[in-house]
């Protein structure tokens, strides 16, 4: 039986990608997007980011602790201690630590863990804090 309907927008919450040469990377994905008609979100001292696409440099402060197999996925939570529990199961399964749960620089209210999953994969889980969505997810719903 196929699909006939989706939720978006409730388990990823970003992805990072750590290169080689930032400036590179920016050229290549400003003109990808630009085509796209998505915006560059912004950028720091080592890192930018386009939507939930987040893309640094080795030595950027988003790309802290051990390096990794370059991949970092970031799944959301309900509260911090959804990401407690995460991050503990995550270890009890043969996960390593890569940064206990706790607040982070990111934004006011950013809490989050991290670990290595079997391959060195950065898997984040995060709560960004109290907030209010305007809905639980997009829901599509496929034309028969």
């Not at 930018?48 to 080795?58: A, H, K, P, Y």
């Not at 991290?114 to 969505?133: C, K, Q, T, W």
Request: charged share 20%; net charge negative.
């Amino acid at each position: 039986m196929e699909t006939m309907q989706l939720h978006r927008g409730r388990l990823i919450d970003h992805i990072q990608l750590v290169v080689a040469d930032l400036q590179a990377s920016r050229r290549f994905y400003q003109a990808l997007f630009d085509v796209l008609g998505i915006p560059l979100g912004g950028e720091g001292d080592g890192y930018f980011w386009v939507d939930e696409l987040f893309v640094s440099s080795r030595d950027s402060q988003a790309a802290q602790g051990v390096l990794t197999g370059r991949h970092h996925l970031a799944f959301q939570a309900r509260d911090a201690g959804m990401v407690q529990a995460a991050y503990h199961a995550a270890l009890a399964a043969g996960g390593r630590d890569n940064g206990a749960p706790g607040e982070r620089p990111y934004h006011p209210g950013y809490y989050a863990g991290f670990m290595l999953d079997p391959d060195g994969n950065n898997i984040e889980v995060v709560y960004h804090g109290p907030a209010s969505r305007s809905a639980p997810s997009v829901r599509i719903d496929f034309d028969a």
